[in-house]
């Protein structure tokens, strides 16, 4: 016969309250919230000034003029040089460094320290800022924005390497000291297969992170399309900044196809 | 109670093989492979050290079994064996070197002359079968080659095959290591501890994740490869069947001491009950 009385019902957990502590959090959070709203609310209003100049200008822009061709190519060319050149080039610096910022690899505290408290300087001054420095350093060109490039790369994929060394399983490392196996030997026999797919991942986003930032540097003189985009954007040509503008759509397309097919190779 | 049951093999004479393990003669007598005395370790987490004063001792072509209850300090023992784990305190001689005193190279090269079987396989699973039984050979010269099949010597690669025959794996050399059954991964990481040519063998539980009757399969091929080689081993086991079958002599640890150190022949259920508790 069946129980006539139902189940007690399972306690439940407590409504959200709104504490002290969570008001005087949140009160701020909405401060900004509403000021930031405000703002773009200001932002709308320039847009909507702006909005017939800017369909002046995509008018102007169609049909894109192919007179400038030569140079537009070869400036691409460039700028795929510096990507693909500084991302390499960052990459290899980054599996050094995250040897070093890897906590289960490190081979001192100190080292661990410095290489993660480089990594994340590296990578919270953004590239234009880099560019800046390397063309005062060096000089005007492709040089200077590829160690832009090289050492963005290094603060994106650094510490994207160094996670990955450290997320790898503990035990094919052991297995490989307690055969006698050097530090490097373990590093490259366990380490790095196991990290790999990580590291590839995070490689391929470095080097379409690369490109689009290969673009934008020559805005500072670091070498590039970007010079010849503005200039073009300066002098109203707007046609010839449309030619430049699918040039750079297809190299990052292209880039991101390239990626996608390393990925799904190695993955 | 543990007093007396410590070193009751030595008061009954030499240790001897179980027969039921395949065995032929004793262990040849001479200094042993591996010397342990006093050691230590605390790794500060508990109120007690899981390793209190510690002292075993494996005779050459000895097979010795260590045994005990969870927690009672078998695999930090065999990982202070190599200094995996670094003891606190006491001596540890490894096939007659000072391994306490040794640094660098000196102590990757004592570590090379033993081969080491885990509880887990400890397979590195993106590479292939035949790449990691090459990784037994990382200490040999030219090391670093070694990491991946493809750049290793010719010599290493026909030596790994030559370990993998003897695992009856050769058909398995190229298929990635995270494609193989747990039987099939454990005798991968035996030919790769049998790949130095090591004198000495270490096994954490080595078939403690296999399924029994899968771990019965790799237990003998292991306890074959090691006694036709005349290999000395230190194994630890939860299965005292296996404790028993496949060793001359039992060790027991209990709370981080040795409660049993007897010829396998010798101990009964008795004793296994004094060791469990």
Request: glycine share 10%.
């Given at each position: 016969m069946a129980d006539p009385s139902p189940p007690p019902l399972p306690v439940l957990p407590p409504r959200l309250a709104l504490s002290p502590a969570r008001f005087a959090v949140g009160l701020p959070l909405l401060a900004l919230l509403v000021l930031a709203v405000e703002r773009a609310w200001t932002c709308g209003g320039e847009l909507a000034k702006g909005a017939p100049d800017m369909a002046r200008i995509l008018d102007e822009m169609w049909p894109p003029s192919f007179v400038r061709a030569g140079t537009v190519a070869r400036l691409m060319f460039e700028t795929a040089s510096m990507a693909v050149a500084g991302a390499a080039v960052g990459c290899a610096a980054s599996f050094l460094l995250a040897f070093l910022a890897a906590k289960n690899l490190s081979p001192h505290p100190l080292a661990y320290y410095l290489s993660r408290a480089a990594i994340s300087f590296f990578r919270t001054v953004p590239d234009l800022v880099w560019a800046i420095f390397f063309v005062v350093a060096v000089g005007l060109g492709p040089v200077a924005g590829t160690l832009a490039i090289v050492v963005d790369t290094m603060g994106f994929c650094g510490r994207f390497y160094a996670d990955a060394m450290e997320e790898t399983d503990p035990g094919p490392r052991e297995a490989l000291v307690a055969s006698g196996a050097g530090r490097f030997g373990v590093v490259l026999a366990a380490v790095v297969p196991a990290a790999l797919p990580a590291m590839v991942n995070a490689s391929m986003f470095a080097l379409e992170k690369a490109v689009r930032a290969s673009v934008v540097l020559g805005l500072v003189g670091a070498g590039g399309i970007g010079i010849e985009l503005k200039a073009s954007m300066d002098m109203f040509q707007f046609s010839e900044a449309t030619t430049i503008i699918l040039a750079i759509f297809v190299l990052v397309l292209g880039v991101e196809q390239l990626s996608a097919l390393v990925r799904r190779r190695i993955l | 109670m543990d007093e007396t049951l410590v070193a009751r093999g030595a008061a009954r004479g030499a240790p001897g093989r179980d027969p039921g393990g395949g065995a032929g003669a004793g262990p040849p007598a001479g200094p042993p492979d591996l010397d342990v005395r006093g050691i230590r370790k605390d790794f500060g987490d508990?109120?007690?050290?899981?390793?209190?004063?510690?002292?075993?001792?494996?005779?050459?072509?000895?097979?010795?079994?260590?045994?005990?209850?969870?927690?009672?300090?078998?695999?930090?023992?065999?990982?202070?064996?190599?200094?995996?784990?670094?003891?606190?305190?006491?001596?540890?001689?490894?096939?007659?070197?000072?391994?306490?005193?040794?640094?660098?190279?000196?102590?990757?090269?004592?570590?090379?002359?033993?081969?080491?079987?885990?509880?887990?396989?400890?397979?590195?699973?993106?590479?292939?079968?035949?790449?990691?039984?090459?990784?037994?050979?990382?200490?040999?010269?030219?090391?670093?080659?070694?990491?991946?099949?493809?750049?290793?010597?010719?010599?290493?690669?026909?030596r790994a095959i030559e370990c993998l025959a003897r695992v009856g794996l050769v058909h398995l050399a190229?298929?990635?290591?995270?494609?193989?059954?747990?039987?099939?991964?454990?005798?991968?990481?035996?030919?790769?501890?049998?790949?130095?040519?090591?004198?000495?063998?270490?096994?954490?539980?080595?078939?403690?994740?296999?399924?029994?009757?899968?771990?019965?399969?790799?237990?003998?091929?292991?306890?074959?490869?090691?006694?036709?080689?005349?290999?000395?081993?230190?194994?630890?086991?939860?299965?005292?069947?296996?404790?028993?079958?496949?060793?001359?002599?039992?060790?027991?640890?209990?709370?981080g001491r040795v409660v049993l150190d007897a010829p396998s022949r010798d101990v009964g259920r008795a004793d296994l009950r004094a060791v469990y508790g």
């Open positions: - | 508990s109120r007690r050290a899981v390793l209190d004063g510690v002292s075993i001792s494996v005779k050459p072509g000895e097979a010795v079994a260590l045994i005990g209850p969870n927690g009672a300090g078998k695999s930090t023992l065999l990982r202070c064996c190599l200094r995996l784990v670094e003891p606190d305190e006491g001596d540890v001689r490894l096939l007659g070197h000072d391994l306490r005193a040794m640094r660098g190279s000196a102590l990757r090269r004592a570590r090379a002359a033993t081969g080491f079987v885990f509880q887990r396989h400890n397979l590195v699973g993106r590479l292939s079968v035949l790449s990691n039984v090459i990784h037994g050979g990382l200490a040999s010269g030219w090391g670093v080659l070694r990491w991946n099949q493809a750049f290793a010597p010719r010599a290493a690669r026909e190229d298929r990635r290591a995270d494609r193989l059954s747990g039987g099939e991964s454990q005798r991968v990481a035996i030919a790769r501890a049998l790949m130095g040519s090591p004198r000495l063998v270490f096994a954490d539980e080595p078939v403690a994740s296999l399924d029994p009757g899968i771990g019965e399969e790799v237990m003998r091929l292991f306890a074959h490869l090691i006694r036709s080689s005349g290999l000395t081993l230190l194994f630890t086991s939860h299965q005292l069947d296996h404790a028993l079958a496949y060793s001359d002599r039992v060790v027991a640890l209990r709370r």
